[in-house]
């Protein structure tokens, strides 16, 4: 409160209580921080289980505050979403995702495909593709090279959108990506409903970290059921949050498509990530 002006304060202390005025500073710095040029994707590989070759990458966003260093999106991105912060945001993530993977592919780095993550109000919404049609057209990026990760919770709202966003990705090219699965209500039957307009299914970090060595132990039976189910329902499959050797084996033994995690490494700023592809291969 220091830094404000006297009216302000009086504002404050008359009115708000400190938990509103925290979200209330919060809030406004967010939403210069496009303008600000604070707002940085980083990247995470996904990693081919056998060949250690990078197959694609996920986009994730970061906030750099000039006074609170790097804030996580699980600090800013539920308050976007609240506050309709997010359509300026998403519309950024997408583009800036679209442009970054061009300029790699101009470099003549190995082509992959990148995906962005959208919540679900920025999922269901009739506008989402005219925007990406939009946004690929601009970039001269190939629609295969752009993927969608969304959650349960996207799917489980107004029937006729949720089929008529999914059917026109499928018609451009763009594929979606069932993020977080198993820790949802109804993540069978969504699997059910949307066969062949969802095409990629990620596990959970939680059914990862579980994984032993030992085959036959409890804990790896639900990654190991998820993995053939999505072989049945010929979906790509991707296990999220790899950290050991040991989860990479057990991944690579049940046919996992590919791997991201730790393991590998870290989400990276795009010149760092740039060094990766380079390399083509990690380990
Ligand atoms: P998510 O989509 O499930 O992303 C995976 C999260 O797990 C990322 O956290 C990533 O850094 C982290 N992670 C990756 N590998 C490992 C590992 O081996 N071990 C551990 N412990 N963690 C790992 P991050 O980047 O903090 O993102 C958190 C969440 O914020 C994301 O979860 C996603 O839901 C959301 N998010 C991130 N970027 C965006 C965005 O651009 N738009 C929207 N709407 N949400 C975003
Ligand atoms: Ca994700
Ligand atoms: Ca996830
Ligand atoms: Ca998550």
């Known amino acids: 409160a220091k830094e404000l002006g006297k009216n302000n304060f009086q504002v404050y202390s008359s009115s708000l209580n400190?938990?509103?005025?925290?979200?209330?500073?919060?809030?406004?710095?967010?939403?210069?921080?496009?303008?600000?040029?604070?707002?940085?994707?980083?990247?995470?590989?996904?990693?081919?289980?056998?060949?250690?070759?990078?197959?694609?990458?996920e986009a994730l966003i970061r906030w750099n505050h000039p006074e609170w260093g790097i804030v996580s999106p699980d600090e800013f991105i539920p308050l976007a979403e609240e506050t309709g912060l997010d359509i300026e945001i998403g519309n950024w993530v997408k583009r800036t995702t679209c442009i970054q993977n061009k300029q790699w592919q101009d470099a003549n780095l190995p082509k992959i495909a990148v995906s962005i993550n959208l919540s679900a109000n920025r999922f269901l919404e009739q506008s989402l593709i005219t925007n990406v049609?939009?946004?690929?057209?601009?970039?001269?990026?190939?629609?295969?090279?752009?993927?969608?990760?969304?959650?349960?919770?996207?799917?489980?709202?107004?029937?006729k959108i949720v089929f008529s966003v999914l059917e026109g990705l499928k018609g451009l090219g763009v594929k979606v990506a069932l993020d977080d699965f198993g820790t949802g209500y109804s993540s069978l039957s969504s699997l059910k409903r949307f066969k062949g307009l969802i095409e990629i299914l990620k596990i959970d970090r939680t059914?990862?970290?579980?994984?032993?060595?030992?085959?036959t132990a409890d804990s790896n039976f639900i990654a190991k059921m998820i993995i053939q189910l999505s072989q049945q329902l010929r979906?790509?499959?991707?296990?999220?949050?790899?950290?050991?050797?040991?989860?990479?084996?057990?991944?690579?033994?049940?046919?996992?498509?590919?791997?991201?995690?730790?393991?590998?490494?870290?989400?990276?700023p795009a010149s760092d990530f740039e060094k990766l592809l380079r390399k083509g291969k990690l380990m």
């Open 18 to 57: 400190a938990q509103t005025y925290k979200i209330f500073t919060l809030e406004s710095s967010l939403r210069h921080a496009i303008e600000l040029n604070q707002l940085e994707l980083y990247y995470q590989p996904k990693v081919c289980p056998n060949t250690y070759e990078i197959v694609g990458a």
């Open 133 to 159: 049609v939009n946004v690929l057209e601009e970039t001269k990026l190939e629609s295969k090279y752009l993927e969608i990760e969304i959650t349960e919770t996207s799917l489980l709202e107004n029937e």
């Open 207 to 215: 059914f990862i970290n579980d994984l032993t060595p030992l085959d």
């Open 235 to 268: 979906m790509a499959v991707v296990a999220e949050g790899v950290e050991t050797t040991d989860q990479l084996e057990v991944l690579n033994n049940y046919n996992c498509d590919s791997i991201q995690g730790y393991l590998f490494s870290k989400p990276v």
